[in-house]
């Protein structure tokens, strides 16, 4: 028997029709207490060999409808290995076109990050020397707000902010962090060496615990998108911002790093804090400087492509790298990177991937490493 299921970590699917393979009709659910929807990810059971279109009814509506054009859904066997399957949109519709192999496959928007495999990352990460778990409070389902913090504290040492799924949809950020960690946490790495004799690094892999256990595009349980809680964040409203902003004004701030995803550009880039009222030459200089180093280091990231830079002053504040920038006087940015394949060099067979997310995160510490002299706070409030 054909079956359609979702009741697992992250998962978000409703079927409306499911007796003939060639049209099984679904619908993607919205958010917990909110209007946006986009992140799916299901089972099918019992269709091998069959010649499947699944159909995502209610595409149209969804939050970034230019996300769907060029886009290719992900399918895996054993959510281990994710691939890329035909999918087209027309007439309002997401249709993924697929014959499985087996009779269990699961399709997914990206390949998903479980709360599992996150719980398995801060464990691994805290037997390792120089890290400091910590749980700084709890989110509103009552989950573990978790911090790692690499390196030792002092005076003379800097403090290296970087948080990442402000959206729980956006999985590529936590496969991102992934690679980040395990390349930091490298006792045999030079580069990370000598960055942990010089900063400390307070690391948030997961800034959503809630939205992404309850399988959520944008918000946390209450309907909160966290990206836009900053300015004034509340514990019964947004908890994890709340939490980790107290803890930044502990610390101090001299470089902060927002990992995200976005759901219509074909390409890894950088969106800066240009709004901000104290926005100035040096500051341009440094996020110029930091986007071209990390283009040389890594080719799949790119600086042609990237959000409209909005005029000084005209910056949405509650943003984080917008609050964070403006607060500490530090270097603070966002990255972005694709749903869908980058466009300058397309992987037909695995798309923009978690490897190739792990690879991004890994080589931001070379960037940082280049630039360390000059990413420092302005204001030590």
């Known amino acids: 028997m054909i079956a359609i299921s979702s009741a697992f970590d992250g998962g978000n699917i409703e079927c409306d029709k499911i007796d003939d393979p060639s049209d099984i009709q679904l619908r993607i659910r919205q958010d917990t207490n909110a209007e946006f929807f986009q992140w799916f990810y299901f089972r099918l059971s019992g269709a091998k060999g069959s010649d499947c279109a699944m159909r995502l009814k209610n595409a149209k509506d969804a939050s970034y409808v230019h996300g769907w054009e060029n886009y290719r859904a992900v399918a895996s066997y054993d ?19 697929h014959k499985p192999e087996f009779n269990s496959v699961y399709y997914a928007y990206f390949a998903p990050y479980s709360m599992e495999r996150h719980a398995d990352l801060i464990a691994r990460s805290t037997l390792l020397p120089r890290v400091s778990p910590s749980v700084l409070g709890k989110t509103t389902d009552g989950q573990d707000m978790d911090l790692l913090t690499i390196g030792e504290t002092g005076n003379d040492k800097k403090n290296f902010w970087l948080i990442a799924r402000q959206h729980p949809g956006e999985t590529m950020a936590e496969w991102w962090m992934e690679g980040f960690l395990d390349r930091l946490l490298d006792p045999h ?39 836009r809680e900053w300015q004034e964040p509340a514990m019964e409203r947004s908890p994890e911002v709340y939490l980790v902003r107290e803890k930044m004004r502990e610390t101090g701030v001299d470089f902060c790093l927002d990992v995200h995803g976005d759901e219509g550009l074909p390409h890894n880039f950088i969106a800066g804090a240009q709004g901000i009222p104290s926005w100035n030459a040096e500051k341009d200089r440094l996020l110029t400087d930091f986007k071209r180093g990390w283009q040389q280091i890594n080719p799949d990231f790119q600086i042609q492509h990237g959000y409209p830079i909005p005029k000084k002053g005209a910056g949405n504040m509650t943003l984080c790298v917008n609050h964070v920038s403006e607060y500490f006087g530090c270097l603070a940015m966002t990255l972005e990177m694709p749903f869908k394949d980058t466009a300058d060099r397309p992987n037909a067979t695995y798309g923009w991937s978690p490897e190739r997310a792990q690879k991004l995160g890994a080589s931001v510490l070379d960037v940082i490493f280049l630039l360390i002299d000059r990413l420092q706070s302005e204001n030590k409030n």
């Not at 959510?79 to 076109?97: A, P």
């Not at 942990?196 to 918000?219: E, I, K, Y």
């Open 189 to 227: 790495d030079a580069v990370s060496r000598a960055l942990l004799a010089a900063a400390c690094f307070h690391v948030v892999p997961n800034m959503n615990p809630d939205g992404s256990r309850r399988g959520n595009l944008r918000t946390n349980a209450t309907g909160a998108n966290l990206n």
């Open 79 to 97: 959510r281990q290995n994710w691939f890329r399957v035909d999918t087209t949109y027309q007439d309002g519709e997401l249709i993924i076109s």
